[in-house]
Each structure stands twice: as C-alpha cells, then as structure tokens.
C-alpha cells in the first residue's frame, strides 16, 4: 500500500509553510494538546504501545508525538531520534503527516521526491516510514504515531490497519490520563474547599420545624435569603423527583433512630441546571431520647460526579478491556469490551468474586500477579493464557488503589500466534545461517557436514544420521546425532551397521535411486530391515516416523540426512521443508568442494610441472621451495628457477605474475620458458636476460604483468683463488635479495631500488648490481608470499624474515628453508610462496659432500666443470 504519490509534501514548499502555521495558529489544537501532555511517570503506557507497535509491525523504532507549539516526543521505542520529552521544530515527518488528512506511508523514503530532502531521511534515520495521525475531539489532529527503519521496507493494508487501530489506543491511553489527573484536580480543589470552610452547614429543629441553612447551602439549591422559607418542603421542592423518596426514607430512619444521616442526591436549581450534593449529618435526642434536632453539613460534588463520570465515559468506549476489584476481590466496574473478552454480561459480574467467576486464574499467574500488586502497592504487567472457555492469551496491566485493584487487558492470541510463528521463522533463520556458516568456513565440506547432526538435532529431530558417498559410489554413514546422550553410543553402534541391513526398497535406499525425499514409518522399516543387530538396535532406538532427504548436487545425490522423530513427535511440514534446505545447502557445498578440489588439483599440477629440480653447480648446493596458497584460489603466478649458462655460471630467478588463478599459472610457465630461453642461449648478464624478457613480452602481447630478480653467480680465475664469488643482479619491480655471510650475520647490500615491472615499457634502461661474496655465503630469493600477511605490512614482514635467518644460519640448505616456511606462514601462506636459495661451499678439490652430486649441462666448456 503506497500514498497517493500525487499528493504534494514537500514539493511544495508554501503549501507546506501555510500548513505549518495553520497547526501553530489553531487554539482548538493546542487547547486539546496541552490537555493532554503526559506529565511525569504518564509515559510509560505511551512507551508499551511504541514497544508494541514496533513488534508487530517488524520496524527498528516507533514514536508518539503530540503537536504542542513544537512537536514533542511523549513516547518511543528502539534506537529513535530523540528522547521522550525532547521538543524539535515543527519541520520533520510529523508535521508532514499531521497536514495530510491520513496516513503517511513510505516505503522508500530516499527514493521519494516528497520526502527525500527532510534531514532525517537524508541522515539515513528514515528509510521506510509509516505515520498516523492521531485524532482527538472532532477529529483535531493532535499529534502523530509513527513507526520507521532506516531500511526501505513494503507497508501492507493490514499493516497500515494496525497502526490505525494502535493510534485509536494512543489516544485513549491519553484521554484516560488526562482524566484522570483531571479527577485528581477536582479532589484536590474539593480538599482545598474544605479547609478552607467550603462546606455549608444546616439545622433543622424537628420540633418547630424551622430549618436553617447558611449561605453555602443556599447558594447549592439555588435560594437567597428572601425565597428560602426555612421549611423542610423548600428543601424538597429542589430535590430532583428520582432521589425524593430515597432522601426521605434515609431522613425518616436517622429520626427514628436518632442516628447518622448520609445522602448524595440531586438538586434541581430554578435556572434548570442540576448539581449533586453529599450531605452528613446526626440527629439529637431530647429528654425522652426522641430527635430533636438534626445537624449536619452539605457539600457540592458536581464537579467529582462529572469528573467520574467522563471517566466511565472513557472507560466504556475503551478498545481494550477494564475491570475494578474491591478490596475483597469482587467485582466492581466491568466495562462493555471486558463484557465481550470476558463473555459474560456485566449484571452476572459485578459483585461476584474474581477466583469464583474464574477459578483456572487460582494458583496461577493472574493470582500471583494481582495479590503481588495489592500487597506492595506497585502495578504488575504481564502476558498469560486463560483456559477454556477463554481460551486465549491476554496482556494486562494491573494497578492497586485504595479501594482495590484497576485492571486493563487486550487479548494478544493472535499476537502471540504471529509472534510465535515469527520466533519459529527466527530460529529456522538463525539454523540455516549456521549450517551456512559451518559450510562456508572450511574448505574440507565433508568435515562440515559431518557437524550437521548438531544442528539440526534437537530442533529438527529426536536423532539423525548423515550419510556420503564413498568415491566409488557406495554410501557410508560418518556422523549422527540424538537428544538423548544416553542414546548417543546406540545409535553410533547402529549406523555402524545399518547400511548392510538395509534392502534396495528401504526409504534410504530410495531416496538415494530418486533423489527425492522419503518419508515412512518407523515400524515399516523395521519390517524392512534383514534380521540382525541392525534391526534389533533399531527396535531400541523406537522411532514412531523417519525422513530421508537428500543431500543433492549438479544432478547427483552426494549423501543424505535421515532424520528420525520419537513417539509423540509429529513431522511438521515447516521442520521437514527446514531440514531439506539444511540438506540442499549441504549437497551444494559438497558439489562445489569436489568441483574446486578437481579444479585445485589440475592447476596445481600445472604449475608443479613447470617448476623443475635445481642443478648442483661446481661447489654450491641449491635448494628450492614451492607452497600454494592455503585458501581460496590456490595456485597464483610465484615461480622460481636455477640453471647454468653455456659460460658455466649459475644463475637464479625469482618471479611474480600479477593474479592467483590458472591464468597467471599459466603466463607465469610461459614467461619462465622465456626467461630460461634467452639466458641459456645468450649467455647475457640479469639485465639484458630482464630486458630481452620484457621486449619478447611486447612482442608476444602477453598482456600480463610481473615482478622478477635475477641473479647470476660468477668467477674469475683471480676471484677462484681468493675463495671469492661475484653476484650479478637485477630487480623488475621484486623484493631484493637477502645474504647470510659465513659468519651467520646479513649482509647490507648496497641501497637498491628495483626498477619498473615486466610488461609496462620495454624501452626502460635494466640496472644490475654486483656483490662479491666469500665461500660459505648463502643467499635467498623469495616472493612475498613469504613475509605477507593481513595484519602486518611488507616492512614488519621483511623484518621477521631477517630475524629467523640469523637463528637459522647454520642449518643445512634444505633445513633452513623448511624451517623458514614453518616460521613465517605455518606451512599454510595466504599467498602462494616461492624460494630459491644458493649457499657458495669451500672450492677444495675433491669436492667437498656437502656441496652435493654435480650436476651440470653437457654446454658447460670443459675447463668450467667442477672436478
């Protein structure tokens, strides 16, 4: 249901200003609005129908204003702008509903042109909005009851229905308090009158006659001094006729009895006008102890009369139902909407004690609630069903007085219907966003489901078993669970060795052939099942029905959910359309894990094949290391390689594509390919190898990007006779590379800084560095795989790598880098981790077994290869 979107708000801004100031100028308005202002300790009625408001209408917040010179907040719930009391200029969303003639209903108030540049919609306050306004006598809007998310949301007509109902409450709720505290004024002015000898005396002497009344009780019947003829038939002349002969009979006995006089009666004045007057008062005896005289004192009460009776008024048109309680538990005001709640007429109520009229409210909560209230003096609230014949729930309020006990209730039934069918809908919700959870977080989906029984039993279920199937198609029960923990160990033993007792026509078997659900009954299986432990077990277990649902994939059945219901339990339709969503969600992480691990496995394969074994050049050991990532894509573009040039050097490469999928796997093995190409066919330096690299890339249009050192290691004849090797290096965008010298410290290097990225200009000038390194130096290529992580950044990470590689300086070549891997990333990266690392040996002669086997290319020249 939408407002008419022709209906001008906001779009019409002197409009909008001439209604402004109609609502501020109107005193009908403010004289009903400021009469009915909660005052302190009046809101809390205000806030249990924002409250309600709110819960039934599903929104965030509710609010009730009244529209005094400035709208002010007399009742909310949820997270609202403003406080009860708070006063804001007339300028937002109430105002905008109380000048429209009806509800306000927005659904998307952003996407409004109507309402979509007030403050609190563009704060983010106000996405959806429904606004009622609040009508009081002759239909003068006196304020507005509003409920609100910062969502948009669709507003139903039943919806749009409730609050107008809510909103008739809102204003019952204030006109009662209004009278309230108006009865309580009048009381009070009526003490005041009194004290202040408001209250006028008379004196009739029986004997002669003559009756004397001062000028306040003149002034009651409407005399003076000269019409009063101080005669008891003035007095009744002025009686209204229904109270002559109740008055007279009460006169009558406090004469003959010379006792107490008390009357309330009604005096018709010559002007028309009828007051009450309560009258008190006590004869006096003579001699013969017959009255002489009567003496006593009259009081007007008009004014408490009205009072109570503009508050039964109210009471009566109440939505909601009230009764009274004497301080002996009868009945003493029961109003029509009690009448019709109750279902008994107010005639067979009044008088009667509450726990006769209604025994099931003994030793129950209505019992404990209402004698709580009258003993500590303080009102209860509270929710509670009444048997048949009621049959219903009810929300009551109870407040205890000097004369009993005030009780207010609405029957909730359907409330609490909705409520409960929406606490069912939560927990489903709530269930279902578990078993997604525990899906999405592992990749090892079979692990996950084996956690299903925890979910779903007790909610779903008495017990369950899951059952997957094995690679070669046969199904295999792996979890279950039961309510019970008594039964637990039975039922584990019994899925241990079901499957074998189960015919092809069972439900399970079914339901696996099908795909489809299967519902049966326990003892139905039971006959089923072959003899054996397995139908023995099952007649212990004593399920009454049994559902079996599939776990379903992309046009497969990967396992199953049995679910089974002990006596007593019924299959509800929505449990069991619960439970197969539980299923299905299952089947597709079930799908979707084969489907990446096939996916993971193939690339990964990949990416291992192009990544060969190391040589073992002439008195130096390599070692290298590949890591795929733990999550997520697990293959990227990290590479590493070693080889030996024609002119017998070593060299060592270190590379990065851009990406973690099987396309840089992929541009990641051809641009090693190329790499290795160049600089086993030329011979050329890290930097020409780098830019002959870049330059085919241009050529090739490989349209990728990465970062890549190379290193080559060299000597001359001088250089070998001093024990000494030069590194030759060059950087395209990559981390540098780390040395430990034979002493176990890290060498500084020189400052670097890498140049630009393979795949941006082919043209850019290549630099390359030189380092000379003694024998039993060792020196560390790796990607930053190796020292990334979420919480840290590159720096912290580069530290962290220096520092285990001064701890582990000493270890073997394959020791240190298993180690660092273990160190750094836990033997699971975040990111795909590649190391190439190269330790320089002692160059004696024969060569020494620590350097390893040799194994060089056949093009190394003779007087290159190592002895």
Not at 304 to 312: F, I, K, L, M, W
Not at 616 to 628: L, M, S
Request: aromatic content about 6%; glycine content about 8%; overall charge negative.
């Amino acid at each position: 249901m939408n407002d008419s979107p022709d209906r001008p708000i906001v779009g019409d801004p002197e409009g909008a200003e001439r209604s402004v100031a109609a609502l501020r100028t109107d005193p009908e308005r403010l004289r009903q609005t400021r009469r009915l202002l909660p005052r302190d300790g009046e809101t809390v009625a205000l806030d249990r129908l924002a409250i309600l408001a709110s819960r039934l209408l599903g929104t965030s917040a509710a609010q009730v204003w009244l529209l005094d010179d400035v709208p002010v907040i007399a009742g909310a719930s949820g997270p609202a702008e403003g406080a009860v009391g708070e006063v804001s200029p007339l300028n937002e969303l109430c105002t905008v509903t109380a000048t429209g003639g009806g509800p306000l209903v927005l659904p998307d108030a952003p996407a409004d042109p109507r309402v979509r540049e007030l403050p609190s919609v563009r704060s983010g306050t106000v996405g959806s909005y429904l606004g009622m306004p609040l009508a009081g006598n002759g239909g003068t809007t006196i304020g507005v009851f509003c409920v609100f998310d910062p969502e948009p949301r669709d507003w139903s007509d039943s919806e749009v229905a409730t609050l107008r109902q809510l909103a008739v409450s809102v204003v019952t709720e204030l006109e009662l308090s209004a009278l309230v505290r108006e009865y309580e004024n009048d009381r009070i002015r009526w003490g005041l009158a009194i004290d202040a000898a408001g209250i006028g005396t008379f004196d009739w002497d029986l004997v002669g006659g003559r009756l004397s009344w001062d000028d306040r009780v003149l002034a009651m019947f409407g005399y003076d001094g000269d019409t009063f003829d101080q005669s008891i038939a003035a007095f009744t002349a002025r009686l209204h006729p229904d109270d002559r002969a109740r008055v007279a009979d009460i006169l009558q006995n406090c004469i003959t009895t010379c006792g107490e006089y008390d009357a309330e009666y009604r005096v018709v004045r010559p002007d028309g006008e009828t007051r009450w007057v309560q009258a008190r008062g006590r004869a006096v005896a003579g001699e013969d102890g017959t009255a002489v005289r009567l003496l006593g004192a009259a009081l007007d009460t008009t004014a408490v009369r009205a009072g109570e009776t503009r508050v039964t008024r109210v009471l009566e048109a109440m939505p909601a139902g009230f009764y009274s309680l004497d301080r002996d538990w009868r009945f003493t005001h029961v109003n029509a909407e009690a009448e019709r709640l109750l279902g008994t007429r107010r005639e067979e109520l009044l008088g009667r004690v509450l726990w006769k009229a209604f025994p099931a409210a003994l030793n129950s909560i209505f019992e404990e609630s209402f004698r709580t209230a009258v003993r500590t003096g303080l009102p209860v609230s509270f929710d509670a069903y009444y048997p048949a014949p009621l049959d219903g729930w009810y929300e009551l309020r109870a407040w205890p007085s000097p004369d009993g006990l005030s009780v207010y209730f609405l029957e909730v039934t359907e409330r609490r219907r909705v409520q409960v069918q929406a606490e069912r809908s939560a927990r489903r919700l709530a269930l279902l966003a578990q078993v997604s959870a525990e899906m999405a977080g592992t990749l090892d989906a079979r692990r996950a489901t084996g956690r299903l029984p925890s979910v779903v039993v007790p909610a779903l279920a008495d017990f369950c078993i899951v059952t997957l199937m094995d690679p070669d198609g046969r199904p295999r029960d792996i979890a279950s669970g039961h309510a019970d923990p008594a039964a637990r160990p039975l039922l584990e033993r019994y899925s241990a060795v079901r499957m074998d007792a189960l015919p092809a026509t069972s439900p399970v078997g079914r339901a696996l052939a099908t795909g489809e659900a299967v519902r049966a009954r326990g003892a139905a299986i039971g006959e089923l099942m072959n003899p054996g432990e397995a139908r023995e077990l099952f007649a212990l277990l004593a399920p009454e029905s049994v559902a079996v649902l599939p776990l379903r994939g992309r046009g497969r059945t990967l396992g199953l959910l049995t679910l089974y219901f002990g006596v007593g339990r019924a299959i509800e339709a929505e449990d069991l359309a619960t439970a197969q969503d539980v299923a299905d969600r299952a089947g597709l992480a079930l799908d979707n894990a084969r489907l990446y691990s096939a996916q993971q496995q193939l690339a990964e394969g990949l990416q291992r094949s192009l990544l060969t074994e190391p040589p073992e050049p002439d008195h130096a050991e390599v070692a290298v290391r590949y890591v795929p990532a733990a999550e997520a894509a697990r293959v990227g573009g990290d590479w590493y390689d070693a080889f030996m040039q024609p002119g017998g050097s070593t060299m060592l490469v270190i590379g990065d594509v851009v990406g973690h999928d099987t396309e840089a796997a992929a541009a990641m093995g051809q641009l090693r390919g190329l790499l290795r190409g160049i600089a086993t066919y030329s011979d050329a330096g890290p930097a020409e190898v780098l830019r002959g690299l870049d330059s085919s890339m241009t050529i090739l249009r490989t349209n990728t990007l990465a970062t890549a050192a190379v290193a080559r290691f060299e000597q001359t004849p001088d250089e070998l006779d001093r024990g000494v090797t030069r590194m030759r290096w060059a950087n395209a965008g990559h981390l540098p590379p780390l040395v430990i010298n034979p002493d176990g410290s890290l060498a500084e290097l020189a400052s670097w800084r890498g140049d630009l990225l393979l795949g941006v200009d082919p043209d850019v000038r290549r630099r390359e560095s030189v380092v000379s390194l003694d024998r039993g130096s060792t020196v560390l290529l790796y990607t930053d795989g190796l020292i990334e992580r979420r919480d840290a950044d590159l720096d912290q990470g580069i530290v962290r790598l220096r520092d285990a590689l001064i701890e582990l300086a000493d270890r073997p070549l394959d020791e240190l880098l298993d180690e660092l891997l273990e160190r750094l990333v836990d033997g699971r990266p975040e990111d795909d981790v590649a190391l190439v690392a190269i330790r320089l040996h002692r160059q004696d002669r024969p060569r020494p077994a620590e350097a390893g086997p040799t194994e060089v290319p056949p093009t190394v020249p003779p007087e290159r290869r190592p002895a």
